[in-house]
């Protein structure tokens, strides 16, 4: 089946510094969503990609649609402690309407050190 | 506005004993899902429904598993008898025209 590569599986940083992760796929998608999961928690959208370039930020995070389509990346900026968690990326190749069969990665777990 | 609502969010069962969840979408969300997520995994897709109709249930283990959604809202996913491995977080969501989904919180299902 489809499979993402998601990376770095884990990140240890300092509150106040930045952080980058990425998703990579073998096959296309139309869509790419990123989403953040606390413990005993579902998973809680935070951005949503629909074109191959797009750029799209919500307060200090950002998150892009790589060119080829078969990649996203998404930076925190000025990480605070509650920015920790599990960060799933998403993606699908159904395009508009609703998504099919959207598969996840397997996730970056971050810690932020006070 | 209400998001999706599951319940119950835990549940700790023996072996071949059966267990239901159930699943509230948010309100005027067509589709609806149902997920699996075992431990440090990411959440992999068991059925989905387009209103009331089940258009993928590729990788719902029917001999054990079984899900319905009789008026096209509210969902209930079963599974009997379960097994020590059926032991995961459950995610049910929704979404609508904007193709995004919404999760809820998650039923956790330990089998012991």
């Known amino acids: 089946g489809q499979q993402l590569n998601q990376s770095p599986q884990s990140m240890f940083i300092q509150e106040g510094e930045d952080v980058s992760m990425n998703c990579t796929s073998s096959?296309?998608?139309?869509?790419w969503l990123w989403y953040k999961q606390e413990p005993g928690e579902g998973p809680v959208l935070l951005i949503a990609?629909?074109?191959?370039?797009e750029l799209t930020s919500n307060g200090r995070l950002t998150a892009q649609f790589g060119i080829t389509r078969k990649d996203s990346f998404l930076n925190i900026s000025a990480s605070i402690p509650s920015d920790v968690g599990i960060y799933f990326c998403a993606g699908t190749k159904s395009s508009g309407g609703s998504n099919y069969k959207l598969t996840f990665g397997k996730g970056t777990l971050l810690t932020v050190n006070p | 506005e209400a998001g999706v609502v599951q319940s119950p969010r835990y549940k700790i069962i023996e072996k071949k004993q059966p267990v239901a969840f159930w699943c509230n979408p948010i309100?005027?969300?067509?589709?609806l899902y149902w997920y699996l997520q075992n431990l440090g995994q990411g959440p992999e897709l068991l059925i989905r429904?387009?209103?009331?109709?089940?258009?993928?249930d590729s990788q719902l283990p029917k001999d054990r598993f079984s899900a319905e959604r009789l008026k096209g809202v509210d969902s209930t996913l079963k599974i009997q008898p379960a097994e020590l491995g059926d032991s995961a977080v459950y995610l049910c969501a929704s979404s609508h025209d904007t193709g995004e989904l919404f999760f809820g919180e998650g039923s956790r299902l330990t089998v012991l």
């Open positions: 309100s005027g969300h067509n589709t």
């Open positions: 990609l629909y074109k191959a370039g």
């Open positions: 429904y387009e209103n009331e109709e089940a258009v993928d």
């Open positions: 096959s296309i998608f139309n869509t």
